[in-house]
């Protein structure tokens, strides 16, 4: 069977018409098989939902005990038989709960990454290399410009700036899911022991983590807490409330934020970062490339981010590649989901 007769990109997103699904489905479908839990990728209203027990959990968490009319989970590495294909789900190393979603028919396999990094994360299973036919990259970070720096500098970088102005609350946005408890077990492994604030929006997932045996130390929500008392510490927020109203509570902040993003300083400067913090959860240009030549695919898909860039890296790779042009995905660190208003 050729690819695209297995997988092929229609309105509602990637559609298997040999199985019966979709997978991130932009819009309600009947059965969406669902990579990981960020909100542009896992979306309420389907009639069934097949995905890790994490990202379920986390769906529930998110939308509420009804957010599809039923739901399977499946374990990494499982494979289950969908109408007239094998699906197969592999770690993707992005967030908890994050997978690769393997599709196969007869001697083809395609995989489809969802968002991925290739770099450790001591808050989810790391990246699994799957050989394939197609590989369908993420391409959030798709240009040679983005090559993210050293975790544990920026976080050496955000603890100087906290022993330097021990009279200022530093507030960092991150995304609620997976950065946010990323960030807080980096600060932690760098060896700072005092509590850790966070604004209200994050603390049902993360203390999901927690549940999920991932030690974050000790957490306090922001809120309640006299100003005076937040100076010289560390705050994490969604990206939209630490230049908003919200931060008024804080002693002379210091806006920072940890996103892949932080690369661009106009961006940062355009956003009123005063200390950009480059870490990412997707993988940059030099890990897109190097997954795609571990995977041993001859064929390349490129979806929601900087397609053409990494196309005509394919294709000067001698890659049969394509760009997908898929539309309703986004990169999550832009904004907050649905449930980050203020608190």
């Avoid at 374990?75 to 992005?94: D, P, R």
């Avoid at 083809?108 to 994360?121: H, L, R």
């Amino acid at each position: 069977m050729r690819p695209q007769d297995i997988l092929m990109p229609v309105a509602a997103g990637l559609c298997c018409k040999p199985g019966g699904f979709h997978i991130d489905p932009v819009r309600p479908v009947e059965r969406a098989l669902i990579t990981h839990g960020h909100s542009d990728h896992a979306r309420p209203g389907h009639g069934a939902v097949l995905a890790t027990q994490e990202t379920l959990d986390i769906m529930r968490l998110r939308y509420g005990d009804n957010f599809a009319g039923s739901t399977q989970a499946i374990s990494y590495n499982e494979t289950i038989k969908l109408g007239g294909v094998s699906v197969t789900f592999h770690t993707a190393g992005h967030v908890l709960g994050s997978a690769q979603i393997a599709v196969s028919s007869g001697k083809t396999k395609i995989v489809a990454s969802g968002d991925y990094k290739d770099t450790p994360d001591p808050t989810c299973a790391p990246f699994e290399v799957v050989p394939c036919d197609v590989f369908i990259t993420e391409a959030t970070f798709g240009l040679p410009v983005f090559r993210h720096a050293n975790v544990e500098g920026e976080i050496a970088k955000l603890l100087a700036s906290v022993v330097l102005f021990p009279e200022r609350a530093h507030l960092v946005g991150a995304y609620s899911l997976g950065k946010a408890q990323r960030v807080i077990a980096m600060i932690r492994a760098a060896g700072y022991t005092a509590p850790i604030y966070m604004h209200g929006a994050m603390e049902k997932i993360t203390r999901y983590y927690e549940g999920r045996g991932i030690d974050l130390g000790e957490l306090r929500l922001a809120k309640g807490v006299k100003k005076a008392d937040l100076a010289g510490t560390i705050t994490l927020a969604p990206p939209s409330a630490i230049t908003d109203i919200w931060t008024r509570r804080f002693p002379d902040p210091v806006a920072a934020f940890a996103s892949g993003w932080m690369r661009v300083r106009a961006r940062a400067r355009q956003k009123g970062i005063e200390l950009p913090l480059v870490i990412s959860d997707h993988a940059d240009w030099d890990g897109l490339c190097a997954t795609i030549d571990a995977t041993g695919a001859g064929e390349v898909w490129v979806t929601h981010g900087q397609e053409d860039a990494l196309v005509h890296w394919c294709q000067s790779k001698g890659l049969k590649a394509r760009p997908l042009d898929l539309v309703g995905y986004g990169d999550e660190d832009e904004g907050a989901a649905p449930e980050e208003a203020a608190s």
